[in-house]
């Protein structure tokens, strides 16, 4: 793809935020719509309003991965029982820890 225009280019990071947050990658979000990873990198460094739609979407990520988690918790499966007290409860790392 050659030199977009200012229009184009919004469109390709409307695409971009949709196909990120569909795939939860970057590479295969870069892949998908057809742009450069170095095109990207510059929306990032140089487009306030874009870098803070993808930490957006980062958020939705995060949402969508711990209401995952808390399903497999809620279904009582130990890895995930055992991920979230290591990862997340304080105390339960300091009693760990003590036992060392």
Not at 18 to 24: D, G, I, L, P, V
Not at 68 to 81: E, G, H, N, T
Request: glycine share 2%.
């Amino acid at each position: 793809m050659g030199k977009m225009t200012f229009k184009e280019a919004i469109v390709m990071k409307e695409l971009f935020l949709e196909e990120y947050f569909k795939n939860r990658t970057l590479n295969k979000a870069i892949e998908a719509i057809g742009i450069k990873a170095t095109v990207y990198f510059n929306w990032m460094k140089h487009d306030d309003d874009f870098n803070i739609a993808k930490k957006q979407v980062d958020e939705l990520i995060a949402s969508v991965v711990e209401e995952k988690l808390w399903i497999m918790i809620d279904k009582c499966q130990f890895p995930a029982v055992k991920f979230f007290l290591e990862n997340k409860h304080k105390d339960y790392m300091a009693e760990k820890e003590e036992k060392l």
